[in-house]
């Protein structure tokens, strides 16, 4: 099966100001799909990218897919404290399951 | 929309019961389901999938005979962890899967915590 690797696995981010965090396949992916778990809680969908080159904003969070479809940027601006929390990323396999990352533990620093 | 509750939120009981945990979906129907469960600070491990009036396919490693999944209709399905032990406290979380968006959405969590 793919496998889904995230780097960093930590950061620790000052608030103010911006972080990304990276997500690699080691097969060509046909969608990928990033979660964001707050501490306690469970994933919620963010976003999911399709096309190769693939670049999606939200608001502070831009998402972009690689040209080969194997990685994956998720980029914050002005972080701030709500932006505490795990995120993963996920490869969508041809039988509908994800096979997600290990997920970036963002803390931010007041 | 695509709102998912699981019941219970937390759980704890004595090492040999049965705990069953339930996952529905209240605003929608979905044919596919999902299991996963999560260890502290560890990323989702996919348990099982699950299509409705079908019996679940498990990932390796995990015994379909002591994690039982009933999926009887479109907006419920269980997991009934069955002689539990303390190796088996986790966090197990259940995802609907939403084909026209490829996307799952995921139910709150049961805290499981056997003794």
């Known amino acids: 099966g793919q496998q889904v690797m995230q780097i960093p696995q930590y950061q620790h981010v000052q608030e103010g100001e911006d972080f990304t965090t990276y997500c690699n396949s080691s097969t060509t992916l046909s969608n990928i799909q990033w979660y964001k778990q707050r501490p306690g809680g469970h994933p919620v969908f963010l976003i999911q990218l399709v096309k190769s080159g693939e670049v999606k904003k939200q608001k502070r969070l831009t998402f972009q897919f690689g040209e080969a479809k194997k990685n994956s940027s998720l980029h914050i601006t002005a972080t701030q404290t709500t932006d505490v929390g795990t995120y993963f990323c996920a490869g969508l396999e041809g039988n509908n399951r994800l096979a997600f990352g290990k997920g970036n533990q963002v803390v931010v620093i007041p | 929309g695509a709102v998912v509750s699981q019941h219970p939120s937390r759980v704890i009981c004595k090492s040999g019961t049965s705990v069953k945990i339930e996952c529905r979906s209240l605003?929608?129907?979905?044919?596919?389901m999902f299991w996963y469960r999560q260890f502290p600070k560890q990323s989702l491990m996919l348990m099982a999938t699950s299509n409705e009036g079908s019996k679940a396919t498990y990932e390796q490693g995990v015994e379909k005979d002591k994690f039982l999944i009933n999926h009887a209709s479109l907006t419920l399905s269980t997991l009934t962890v069955t002689s539990a032990h303390p190796e088996d406290s986790s966090f197990y979380i259940c995802s609907y899967l939403l084909t026209d968006r490829d996307t799952q959405y995921f139910g709150p969590g049961t805290r499981l915590t056997v003794l």
């Open positions: 605003d929608f129907q979905a044919t596919t």
